[in-house]
């Protein structure tokens, strides 16, 4: 079955270094978002993709985060530089298309930790 | 913005009894779907809800969404300890953007 792969796993950094989250959506989908889940609560859309066009990012902090999917496959989320308030799961979803309005498949996340 | 509230935060239950999540939008909603996140996974998509009043079951679980399209819940019928987790509404709103609640935390004790 077909997955959302994410990667790395987990992260440790200390603040003001930078880190980047890798994703890659099943094949196909045009459609990506990066969410932040705070431990405790639901996760919050940072950014969204419609193939490499950035549909939505008035959530993501710009003053520090990035985000791109240049050929509207993978994407890369990044951070510098990070804070302790950046300690969070950082979760990829994809879906078929703009257009569709059903699941969102979201990969395994990526836990970063700011000391 | 576009909210979306949900209550309870936590729920503790005993092995087969009921358990209920509710969710509330601010605002009208196209659809709403809901999701089940296990300690330490990702969301798992449960199901979607398109019309206004509609239900729709799985074997023990029952989800509503309201005549208004702004509130919905899920029913858990005779809980097991596998029902263990964080349960999400997330309500789309424009442009395929999904809000999701803050989940209800249900803990099943055996």
């Known amino acids: 079955e077909a997955e959302v792969a994410q990667s790395p796993r987990y992260k440790i950094t200390e603040k003001s270094q930078a880190v980047a989250f890798w994703c890659d959506p099943i094949s196909g989908h045009a459609t990506l978002y990066w969410y932040r889940q705070i431990l405790g609560q639901g996760p919050e859309l940072l950014v969204q993709f419609q193939d490499e066009s950035v549909v939505d990012d008035s959530q993501l902090p710009k003053d520090r985060f990035s985000a791109e999917r240049l050929k509207g496959v993978d994407s890369t989320l990044k951070i510098q530089p990070a804070e302790l308030g950046d300690s969070a799961m950082y979760l990829c979803?994809?879906?078929?298309?703009?257009?569709?309005?059903?699941?969102?498949?979201f990969g395994e996340g990526s836990r970063l930790t700011v000391l | 913005g576009q909210q979306v509230m949900q209550i309870p935060q936590y729920q503790h239950v005993q092995e087969g009894e009921d358990f209920t999540t509710y969710c509330n939008s601010s605002?009208?909603?196209?659809?709403i779907q809901w999701y089940k996140q296990r300690p330490g996974g990702h969301p798992v998509f449960l199901i979607q809800?398109?019309?206004?009043?509609e239900v729709k079951k799985q074997k023990r679980l029952t989800f509503q969404f309201g005549e208004a399209k702004k509130n919905s819940s899920l029913h858990i019928t005779a809980t097991q300890t596998t029902d263990v987790g964080t349960y999400f509404c997330a309500g789309e709103g424009n442009f395929n953007k999904f809000y999701f609640g803050s989940g209800t935390k249900l803990n099943v004790k055996p």
């Open positions: 809800l398109v019309k206004s009043g």
């Open positions: 979803a994809s879906s078929p298309d703009r257009g569709y309005t059903g699941e969102l498949f």
């Open positions: 605002t009208t909603l196209s659809n």
